[in-house]
């Protein structure tokens, strides 16, 4: 996939049906914020968060936050274990408490693992703060902590977080099915949804009375403002490995966006799991998708 220099947005919409659902769209490009003639390529570590109380209970989790549960930190830990042979040059992760939870297990234990010490710093700000509500959330420029404990930048970002719901958040998973089944005027399949991701989001933003719900355009701009100017910080400093620990939602959204022929590989997204892109300055380039071998 090609990338356009600055910070040059995916600019198709999702023309509205009779029926009132999007028309099928092209996927989105992740765009690069600049690049030059120097730098190395990366590779991205693109983790989702471990096993969280919400998960266990089948409810609806995007910007409301549960904690890991024991299965989570375990396999957290696992993770960790596993990429202790991988050297990293920067961490990233979503600001909601499952995701730094989980960057927090993977990192202590991959640190135990290579015998070295992590220990997070006792503020750990955002990489930037928000400007706005909700989907209309404009954002600036990467700010990562270089932490005494660990050899890499860490940082939270609010782009990386899951998808909001709206006023679905926090309730029962069959609300949410409910919600798109009157959407799309019939009961789809979990595949079938994943192959129509821009329509499910706009369908799901259109029920929500909380005007808090997402809709793709904006889950893809500040998604892909985040690989943008990460990949470019990451790549100008030398290149290598960055880990990025997030969620389900925005997995697959990558997926959808890079590759969306490979969108049901697999179907769902398995916590604690490892998908990689690559990224050389022109090109971002989808690996192996949600996979678990990496837990040792």
């Known amino acids: 996939m090609t990338v356009q220099d600055g910070a040059a947005r995916a600019d198709e919409r999702h023309a509205e049906g009779a029926a009132g659902r999007s028309a099928p769209r092209a996927a989105g490009l992740l765009p690069a914020a600049r690049f030059g003639a120097d730098g190395a390529p990366v590779t991205f570590y693109v983790v989702r968060h471990g096993q969280t109380l919400f998960n266990v209970m089948g409810k609806v989790q995007g910007w409301c936050d549960t904690p890991l549960t024991d299965e989570g930190v375990r396999a957290a830990e696992a993770l960790g274990r596993g990429l202790a042979g991988v050297d990293f040059t920067a961490a990233f992760s979503s600001d909601s408490g499952r995701a730094v939870q989980t960057l927090d297990a993977l990192l202590g234990a991959r640190a135990a693992q290579r015998g070295e010490s992590y220990a997070p710093p006792e503020t750990f700000p955002p990489t930037c703060v928000p400007n706005g509500p909700s989907s209309a959330i404009e954002y600036g420029a990467l700010h990562p902590l270089l932490c005494v404990e660990t050899p890499f930048p860490l940082a939270h970002d609010p782009r990386l977080r899951e998808w909001c719901y709206g006023d679905l958040e926090g309730e029962p998973g069959e609300q949410l099915r409910a919600a798109l089944a009157r959407g799309f005027g019939a009961e789809l399949s979990f595949e079938e949804h994943n192959r129509r991701l821009p329509e499910v989001a706009d369908v ?13 355009d904006a889950i893809e701009r500040r998604l892909s403002g985040f690989f943008a100017e990460a990949g470019e910080a990451v790549r100008l400093a030398g290149g290598g490995n960055a880990l990025v620990v997030t969620h389900s939602f925005v997995v697959r959204t990558l997926v959808y966006l890079l590759d969306p022929a490979r969108v ?5 997204i398995p916590n604690a799991s490892v998908t990689r892109i690559g990224y050389d300055g022109h ?11 990496w837990q040792r």
């Open 204 to 216: 799901l933003a259109r029920a929500d009375t909380s005007g808090r719900a997402e809709r793709f």
């Open 264 to 268: 049901n590989d697999p179907a769902k």
């Open 283 to 293: 090109a971002f380039s989808l690996a192996e998708i949600g996979s678990t071998d």
